[in-house]
């Protein structure tokens, strides 16, 4: 499906301890991509883990669907009224995902906060160009870098990941550099 296989699993054994991990995203982020929206019933946000970003766009949006391969990172998912979690197994096809989250053409927003890397990217696609609603349906992805703590402790960071980043699997590698794109798909 849209989920590498071979990355399935890789965040399991530590889910209670990613939920405290994971950084929030500011407020401020959650309200643009609002404005950037016509209608405000309906969000995805694939690959969620445990929901730090489907929390944020549930302020916004009446409903918001977030699921995720992983159902240990599920199980932790942080609760809210309008936030329902969804397990999607690798088994589970395009069709069955579409019909799942909402049907075709159900969907205002879809959000992926820093997982993108680990997707098929062109059945990814597929599946958010099926969901949107058009006109005004949007795809947002998002990410971050490195973090910066101190002048001691950054250039130890730096060092950590020069030398190591050649030996990461390649489609983690993407999770190194910020960024963030907007879509009308």
Same mark, same amino acid.
């Given at each position: 499906r849209w989920k590498k296989q071979k990355m399935v699993g890789l965040f399991d054994k530590q889910a209670e301890i990613y939920v405290d991990a994971r950084p929030s995203y500011p407020r401020?982020?959650?309200?643009?991509?609002?404005?950037?929206?016509?209608?405000?019933?309906?969000a995805w946000d694939g690959g969620?883990?445990?929901?730090?970003?489907?929390?944020?766009?549930?302020?916004?949006?009446?409903?918001?669907?977030?699921?995720d391969v992983s159902?240990?990172?599920?199980?932790?998912?942080?609760?809210?009224?309008?936030v329902r979690y969804l397990h999607t197994p690798l088994s589970m096809s395009d069709d069955e995902l579409v019909t799942l989250i909402g049907g075709e053409g159900s969907v205002d927003l879809v959000t992926v906060a820093q997982a993108v890397h680990w997707f098929d990217l062109p059945r990814f696609y597929n599946i958010v160009t099926r969901l949107l609603q058009k006109p005004g349906g949007l795809l947002a992805v998002w990410g971050?870098?490195?973090?910066?703590?101190?002048?001691?402790? @950054?250039?130890? #960071?730096?060092?950590?990941?020069?030398?190591? $980043?050649?030996?990461?699997?390649? @489609?983690?590698? #993407?999770?190194?550099?910020?960024?963030?794109? $907007?879509s009308r798909m």
């Amino acid at each position: 499906r849209w989920k590498k296989q071979k990355m399935v699993g890789l965040f399991d054994k530590q889910a209670e301890i990613y939920v405290d991990a994971r950084p929030s995203y500011p407020r401020e982020w959650y309200s643009m991509l609002a404005a950037r929206t016509t209608l405000h019933a309906l969000a995805w946000d694939g690959g969620t883990g445990n929901g730090q970003a489907a929390l944020g766009v549930a302020e916004y949006y009446d409903q918001v669907i977030g699921s995720d391969v992983s159902e240990p990172q599920l199980k932790c998912g942080m609760p809210h009224p309008r936030v329902r979690y969804l397990h999607t197994p690798l088994s589970m096809s395009d069709d069955e995902l579409v019909t799942l989250i909402g049907g075709e053409g159900s969907v205002d927003l879809v959000t992926v906060a820093q997982a993108v890397h680990w997707f098929d990217l062109p059945r990814f696609y597929n599946i958010v160009t099926r969901l949107l609603q058009k006109p005004g349906g949007l795809l947002a992805v998002w990410g971050y870098g490195s973090v910066v703590v101190s002048p001691e402790f @950054d250039p130890i #960071m730096k060092r950590f990941f020069d030398t190591t $980043l050649p030996f990461w699997n390649s @489609d983690a590698k #993407m999770a190194t550099a910020p960024f963030h794109f $907007l879509s009308r798909m």
